[in-house]
Nanobody, 123 residues
Framework: QVQFVESGGALVQPGGSLRLSCTAS????????MGWFRQAPGKEREGISC???????YYVDSVKGRFTISRDNAKNTVYLQMNDLKPEDTGVYYC?????????????????WGQGTQVTVSS
């Protein structure tokens, strides 16, 4: 069973940027829809972005225009570039492979949940 590994989280000031990475051994990310999710303190996990196997991208409104999901097939890695970070972006970020198509925005049913990476936006 696949398990993804997330990295790149850090403490950053408001307005700053981070790039998160997601990879997995023995699993070709390019064949699957890939999603980024986050769980803020005291809140439910939410899906924030999805990259389809045909490279279409989808974002929830709260991150649209600030976050960019992408994939490097040669490195078997999916990225989440996060710009103009806000305190409300604080949380643990996860990647996983949604079992439903990205355009449904129904991403929480997904495979491969890893340990996540902590992003803290604070001055």
């Amino acid at each position: 069973q696949v398990q993804f590994v997330e990295s790149g989280g850090a403490l950053v000031q408001p307005g700053g940027s981070l790039r998160l990475s997601c990879t997995a051994s023995g699993f070709r990310l390019s064949y699957y829809n890939m999603g980024w999710f986050r769980q803020a303190p005291g809140k439910e996990r939410e899906g924030i972005s999805c990259l389809s196997f045909s490279d279409d991208t989808y974002y929830v409104d709260s991150v649209k225009g600030r976050f960019t999901i992408s994939r490097d097939n040669a490195k078997n890695t999916v990225y989440l570039q996060m710009n103009d970070l806000k305190p409300e972006d604080t949380g643990v970020y996860y990647c996983a492979a949604p079992t439903k198509l990205c355009y449904t925005f129904d991403w929480l049913t997904a495979d491969g949940w890893g340990q996540g990476t902590q992003v803290t936006v604070s001055s």
